[in-house]
């Protein structure tokens, strides 16, 4: 799913369509932490008609079912509830549609997003009469993903059920909800950007991720959604805690999400053809996102990496005992060349070896 976007991303950055919009506690600093309801709204859409079977699960775990509660609190029957069986179904039979999920962040706004997706559906995915350049590329990205008359119309269910979930039951669950998460965006902004972003700074320069935005979703947990773009245009979405005694959980997926570049290359340099075939690769990715952001917690102290590891080991669904460090190695399983020449980069970042 990530390979997949960095195609997706290319006609989006030559336009700028990566608005910074949206709610930010340090709109003047570097790597400003923000809300945004159309994200939480995209992803939510995927979260309910998506299997998840993954060892850190693509959403926050037990999400789904704790929504179903909220809506049915609410009285809520929407599109997405009539046309959960057909977009479940298609999901199961072409996962590349997962991709799409990255789609949400190259947008400023649920209006720019929601008319963007319309206007491809109607032109029934043809790009080539958009009004102008900014347009075109906006149009491509929904054109690289859904590409056939099936997975169009799958596009077309899924704005509708968005659109109707939107108005009857999301919109006013989302702004009760961050209301409620104040305390800890405040938190995860000030652990950010007063403690644990300085520190990284020279790590950010060298992996050339100087700046860039991170927002917190109430659909996530460990398994964040990053769009790396230039130097100082980047996109991280992770968790949003729920208390202002979590906001370090949103720290945690950060560092998981920034030794992407590092891992891809560890995994790419430490298997072979048939195991990229395979699938192999792709799993072994996986466990080194995890394995590589404990490495480069651990930069920056003990307990940092302590707690990091906890997070990992309760998103997966482990309850961690005495002994974090041994539960963590072995739940989350990595070749020791990977592991050494994740290290090894991250040691060159912070300006040693």
Known sequence: M????????????AVGLLPAQGTSLAPAGRWPVKTREHVDLW????????????LVPLYRRGYRDALLVARNAASAFTDLDANA????????SRPNLLGAQFIALSFGSWADLDGTFETFI????NARGAKDPMSAAALAQFALIFRTREERDFARKFALSLRSEREKFHHQWWV??????????????????????PKLQPFLNHIQQSDGQIILSTV??????????DKKNNTITCGFPETRERAMDAIHCVLHELVGPLTAAAVEDNTTPAEKRSGVADRLQAAALVRGGALLAAKLGVDVARSYMTFYLRAAGREPGSDVAAEFTATFVLPDGMISSIDRQIAVAFGGI
Request: net charge neutral; no cysteine.
């Open 43 to 54: 992803l939510h859409g995927f979260a309910m008609v998506s299997a998840d079977s993954s």
């Open 176 to 197: 009760a909800e961050s209301r409620r998460r104040d305390a800890a965006l405040a938190a995860v902004d000030s652990i950010w950007q007063l403690t644990i972003r």
């Open 2 to 13: 990530r390979r997949l976007f960095a195609a997706l991303m290319v006609s989006a950055v």
């Open 220 to 229: 996530l947990e460990g398994e964040g959604r990053t769009v790396t773009d």
């Open 122 to 125: 109607k032109s029934d995915g």
């Open 85 to 92: 069986d057909a977009l479940r179904t298609t999901l199961g």
